[in-house]
């Protein structure tokens, strides 16, 4: 993609992000094909990431750079902030080149890159349905990053919340089964977790685990 078409296309995405479902349907209908493609993609990242910041846990601010929606990183460009902690932050982003969204993991200074790269190796090296993707390991900003599969959906703490109870039956199974799945698939390469709770497990609209 372009530059000039880039730039297009973030400024119709821009003009819409705020827009009624009514009036961002009547806009779109007006763009070719290929250009209302590639805003769709972003407005419906955005639409998931704000459901996912408002389920997200809050924790204390970490002081690295922000980077707000619209900033280019590579061919990557920032869409919104996910979550943030002591570990650094992560961010949605639009792959400009395979033109899909993706989350950047940018960690604290006070993590060394060792740690990411080990967590990128352990996770590439497993394939299984409900292990998150991991694509590639970069620098921002002077911080090791990691780019991953973005998920549509909310955390498992968020859907236990919401049960105000025990979850169904049905649905417990149906979860317990994906995690001990993944779970036993990581164990099967020699890789252990370290960190499984809710918060760490997404639950896509689907029923879907990562």
Do not use: C
């Not at 970069?138 to 959906?153: S, T």
């Not at 105000?164 to 317990?176: M, Q």
Request: net charge neutral.
């Amino acid at each position: 993609m372009t530059d000039g078409r880039w730039a297009a296309v973030w400024k119709l995405y821009s003009e819409l992000r705020a827009s009624s479902a009514a009036d961002r349907s009547a806009a779109l209908k007006e763009l070719p094909t290929d250009v209302r493609d590639e805003v769709v993609a972003l407005l419906e990242q955005t639409d998931a990431v704000s459901r996912l910041s408002q389920a997200a846990p809050t924790f204390a601010a970490a002081p690295e750079p922000e980077y707000p929606p619209g900033t280019v990183i590579g061919r990557y460009v920032i869409t919104g902030l996910i979550g943030e902690g002591g570990f650094g932050r992560v961010y949605s982003a639009h792959d400009t080149d395979l033109r899909r969204g993706v989350a950047i993991k940018i960690l604290s200074a006070r993590r060394a890159s060792e740690n990411l790269i080990d967590e990128a190796r352990a996770a590439s090296a497993l394939n299984h349905p409900n292990i998150l993707t991991i694509y590639e390991t970069v620098e921002i900003g002077g911080h090791p990053a990691m780019v991953m599969e973005f998920v549509q959906g909310r955390s498992l703490r968020k859907e236990l919340a919401d049960a105000g109870g025990p979850l169904p039956l049905g649905n417990a199974l149906r979860y317990g089964t994906q995690i001990a799945q993944a779970l036993a698939a990581a164990h099967a390469a020699g890789i252990v977790h370290r960190d499984v709770k809710p918060e760490n497990i997404l639950v896509r609209p689907d029923g879907y685990l990562k």
